[in-house]
């Protein structure tokens, strides 16, 4: 089962309800929520209050991405909000055990993001906690990228990883997804595709999420 995450990053900011409404209507199955603090990463996004008002919006999981510092101190009030997955970065924890258990004891979801330069060895000692792992496939921070083709083998490794060692977890991707690149990392082994642009910058959303599926 493939699962499309369309990223409201490149939806319209200033009717972020009526575009949750929209890809949920066009047959999404998470929304994707792009959290930046502009320390991990250059741009600025959305905190948890904003969250809060778009739940009433959308029953579709709301897969939160926190690309921040200290991710500890944002998980209880994206939890309150109405998260339903948390992935934080392998790069901006210290406790990265610590934070899997807190997102577990609020009963969501916990994802571990990691970095086209991060090795998957990174997410090898979490493995048996974790509910997914996503894997950027470009550097964080901004929408509408060029796919990092090495992070393919990535994906692969990780799928390997998770064979050989019975698991069972999400493998996520997340940056340049299209219709052409999907295809590459589904047969990797990804099966959670985040995409921006090619949904948001679609005149047909549905058609563009059911390209995604291959
Ligand atoms: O996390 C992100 C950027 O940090 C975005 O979710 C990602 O880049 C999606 O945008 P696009 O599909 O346009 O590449």
Request: proline share 4%; net charge negative.
């Amino acid at each position: 089962m493939i699962y499309i995450a369309p990223s409201i990053l490149s939806a319209d900011f200033a009717a972020l309800g009526e575009e949750v409404k929209r890809v949920d209507k066009a047959g999404a199955d998470y929304i994707h929520i792009d959290v930046m603090d502009g320390t991990f990463v250059p741009n600025i996004t959305l905190g948890s209050p904003v969250v809060e008002k778009l739940r009433p919006h959308s029953e579709k999981v709301f897969d939160v991405h926190l690309m921040v510092e200290h991710p500890e101190t944002q998980i209880d009030a994206f939890a309150k909000a109405g998260a339903d997955i948390i992935t934080f970065h392998a790069e901006a924890a210290k406790h990265a055990h610590r934070i899997v258990q807190q997102i577990h004891a609020h009963g969501l979801k916990a994802g571990l993001a990691l970095n086209p330069g991060t090795s998957v060895s990174e997410a090898d000692a979490l493995l048996d906690e974790l509910d997914m792992v996503l894997i950027m496939t470009v550097n964080p921070g901004f929408g509408g990228q060029k796919f990092i083709p090495s992070t393919v083998r990535k994906i692969q490794q990780l799928r390997d990883m998770m064979n050989e060692r019975k698991l069972d977890f999400d493998i996520e991707v997340d940056g340049g997804i299209n219709p052409s690149t999907a295809k590459e990392v589904i047969a990797a082994g990804a099966n959670v595709l985040v995409a921006g642009s090619a949904v948001f910058g679609s005149d047909n959303l549905a058609a563009a999420i059911t390209s995604l599926r291959g």
